[in-house]
């Protein structure tokens, strides 16, 4: 049985803007205070979309830290590593605050499950690439 094998590699600017839109209007509630994505600090890594046989399948190896607002102020980073479209729920996330602050459990447990969903519409925009 013959088939196609076609691999692209998804350029990591690409990634990044697409994760800024997925992202943008991110905020969850911490602690009374409201937690914003302000922006996308750093994107590292590798994504690719493969063609096997006429179907599209995409993953990403990646690395990413969020700059966060508090309340409207510059409050601290959300590092995440270990992004890998194969098994999304062992990414890792660590904060760091820039000042006395908010648990970090608090903020993962936050967060998390926003982030989950974030890259798996990242996953499938790539697919449809």
């Known amino acids: 049985m013959g088939g196609t094998f076609e691999e692209r590699a998804v350029g ?3 990634v990044k803007a697409s994760l800024g839109e997925l992202l943008r209007s991110t905020s969850v509630s911490v602690g009374g205070s409201t937690l914003c994505v302000a922006a996308i600090s750093s994107c590292t890594g590798e994504a690719h979309q493969w063609l ?3 179907r599209k399948r995409a993953g990403f190896e990646l690395e990413v830290d969020l700059a966060l607002t508090q309340d409207g102020e510059a409050m601290g980073k959300l590092c995440l590593t270990q992004i890998s479209s194969d098994d999304l729920e062992e990414m890792q996330l660590a904060y760091r605050s820039e000042g006395p602050g908010l648990s970090p459990s608090a903020v993962h447990s ?5 982030l989950l969903a974030a890259f798996k519409d990242l996953l499938e925009r790539i697919k449809a690439r």
């Open 12 to 14: 990591m600017e690409w």
């Open 110 to 114: 936050a967060f998390h499950p926003t």
């Open 52 to 54: 096997v046989r006429g």
